[in-house]
């Protein structure tokens, strides 16, 4: 099978090539490990090892989530958060904003996909508490919720944890699917990823549903095995879910993220939402680093797939032979 597929909504393309197409298992390799040499500064104990904490969630006995800034921040509160262009062309600024660690649990083994649901939930109602509080700051353009797992998916500590970027500029990933998603409404009073996901529903890519939310892999996916998880209702932030909803794209994201631990696979878990003032389509991406990128896909930006999103779906089912 060779197709070439535009994403729904913006002009980004990728090329499905399932000739060159591997069975699940065959993705399964020795990846680097992380080196721990030295005390672990997220474990219980080693506290005074991170910055002054910004919050945690107890039960009692001790932390179980616990926020800090980042010891080696990419961006911070210092200077100013205006860009300004000099001679046309060199336009530049401040790295203004605030850089953040979210450490999932105190127990140094435990993996991501070891949380209960539960944990879950409780660690996604942190990120809607530190977005809403950063978008506080005068001059924050975009907060970015972002997990890295595995060396090739840019972890440098085994010890799950989250961050958080708030930074001075909406970044063009977001900017390009806002702009596609109000051009849409301007012309069809309505949001195109809610059309998405009912046709999606019924398709070949579906992976699970709950009450609240939709699991499927995007029909112009970019990566081998990528997920996207999207609210059932038109949702534009994380605080705005209530409760149940919450622990509803917990359930998914612990299922997905759980399925493709079979493959020892690295991988990145990011938030889009709104920025303030902006429409979209709340979502969580799960996108797995399993192959590296050539010459094509970097001078074109066009990607070669070896995965088609059907055939992805059909793992995540579990359908997946091999």
């Known amino acids: 099978m060779h197709e070439l597929r535009k994403d729904y909504i913006f002009s980004r393309w990728v090329i499905v090539n399932t000739e060159r197409a591997k069975r699940p298992k065959d993705f399964i390799k020795q990846h680097?490990?992380?080196?721990?040499?030295?005390?672990?500064?997220?474990?219980?104990?080693?506290?005074?090892?991170?910055?002054?904490?910004?919050?945690?969630?107890?039960?009692?006995?001790?932390w179980q989530i616990r926020v800090f800034p980042n010891k080696f921040p990419a961006v911070t509160l210092k200077g100013s958060s205006d860009l300004k262009t000099r001679d046309s062309y060199f336009t530049s600024g401040d790295a203004f904003g605030q850089h953040e660690v979210i450490v999932e649990t105190p127990n140094h083994r435990e993996k991501f996909t070891g949380l209960s649901v539960e944990r879950i939930a409780q660690l996604l109602q942190m990120f809607a508490t530190r977005i809403e509080a950063l978008y506080k700051i005068p001059g924050i353009k975009y907060v970015s919720v972002f997990k890295n797992h595995g060396l090739e998916a840019g972890t440098s500590?085994?010890?799950?944890?989250?961050?958080?970027?708030?930074?001075?500029?909406?970044?063009?990933?977001v900017l390009r699917e806002v702009k596609a998603i109000e051009a849409h409404y301007r012309k069809h009073r309505k949001c195109p990823y809610c059309e998405v996901i009912e046709i999606e529903k019924k398709g070949p890519r579906r992976i699970a549903e709950n009450k609240s939310f939709f699991a499927f892999t995007p029909y112009a996916s970019i990566f081998e095995f990528e997920a996207g998880?999207?609210?059932?209702?038109?949702?534009?932030?994380?605080?705005?879910?209530?409760?149940?909803?919450?622990?509803?794209l917990a359930e998914l994201i612990?299922?997905?993220?759980?399925?493709?631990?079979?493959?020892?696979?690295?991988?990145?878990?990011?938030?889009?939402?709104?920025?303030?003032?902006?429409?979209?389509?709340?979502?969580?991406?799960?996108?797995?680093?399993?192959i590296t990128w050539g010459g094509f896909e970097h001078c074109t930006g066009?990607?070669?797939?070896?995965?088609?999103?059907?055939?992805?779906a059909e793992f995540y089912r579990s359908e997946a032979k091999g």
Request: net charge positive; with cysteine.
């Open 302 to 312: 066009c990607i070669i797939n070896t995965v088609s999103p059907e055939q992805a």
């Open 254 to 290: 612990k299922k997905v993220v759980g399925k493709l631990s079979e493959l020892d696979a690295p991988y990145n878990m990011y938030l889009h939402e709104a920025p303030p003032g902006r429409k979209h389509h709340l979502h969580v991406k799960i996108v797995p680093r399993l």
């Open 157 to 173: 500590l085994s010890h799950e944890h989250t961050q958080i970027i708030a930074y001075n500029k909406l970044p063009n990933n």
């Open 32 to 62: 680097p490990k992380i080196n721990e040499s030295g005390p672990c500064p997220f474990c219980p104990g080693n506290e005074s090892l991170t910055p002054p904490e910004i919050a945690r969630i107890s039960d009692g006995k001790g």
């Open 229 to 248: 998880i999207f609210p059932k209702r038109h949702v534009a932030r994380l605080s705005k879910l209530d409760e149940e909803e919450m622990r509803d």
